[in-house]
């Protein structure tokens, strides 16, 4: 089963690693990397390099493809090349899915117009300029759409997915063998939880990464 994983300057890495790392465990998982240009890219705000393996064109179809965010995605919103290339895989993919930001580039292309849609909560206006219906939840289906919410919501994306096509008990190895049991010391990690003064803060801090990382671009 290939799996597209597309990669870009200023992704956030979590996004990527993280689900790719469970898919991994999909039953005849072949990953390509792939990316406007071959060779490396640097994620924002950790530097870390990843490869560009495959051109867009070199990847026309696939299984799967996983669409991550980051700052870097808010530069490929108009850029018609690769927005045309989501459309084209999309057509042929049998799951496409995104992690935070990702889904704003879903929506760009046009695949999410009237569906309800998750991303990172400080995008939730973008993403419903799309035209899709914005809901606070970390994982939603619809249809052979999958998007997930900020981050770290991607492993429960993937975990979801590996479900769907391996079986709730290979997706339950996956998840023991990667010891993913998350019993975070704080309670904050969703505007519903975290308070006002607080999401205030954030929404000021995620502003401010995203600024400084695209004024670099």
């Not at 799996?3 to 039953?27: N, R």
């Not at 070199?58 to 459309?87: C, F, Q, S, T, Y």
């Not at 046009?110 to 309800?116: E, H, I, P, R």
């Amino acid at each position: 089963m290939k799996i597209a994983a597309l990669i870009f300057d200023k992704i956030t890495v979590l996004d990527i690693v993280g689900p790719i790392e469970v898919m991994s465990w999909v039953p005849g998982a072949e990953i390509v990397w792939v990316g406007k240009q071959k060779g490396p890219i640097r994620a924002a705000p950790t530097g870390l390099a990843l490869t560009v393996e495959h051109t867009l064109d070199a990847v026309p179809a696939a299984d799967i493809l996983v669409v991550p965010g980051g700052p870097g995605v808010r530069l490929l919103l108009k850029d018609e090349p690769v927005l045309e290339w989501v459309r084209g895989i999309h057509a042929r993919t049998q799951w496409t899915t995104s992690v935070c930001t990702g889904s704003l580039l879903l929506g760009a292309a046009g695949l999410l117009k009237g569906l309800d849609a998750t991303t990172h909560w400080n995008s939730a206006a973008v993403l419903e300029s799309f035209g899709a219906k914005y809901r606070e939840q970390r994982v939603i289906p619809q249809g052979k759409i999958v998007t997930s919410a900020g981050v770290s919501s991607g492993i429960d994306m993937a975990l979801w997915l590996l479900g769907r096509i391996a079986g709730d008990a290979a997706a339950q190895e996956a998840q023991l063998c990667i010891e993913y049991d998350p019993q975070p010391p704080y309670d904050a990690g969703a505007p519903s939880k975290a308070g006002a003064a607080l999401v205030e803060k954030a929404r000021a801090t995620v502003k401010d990464i995203v600024a400084k990382t695209l004024a670099g671009a």
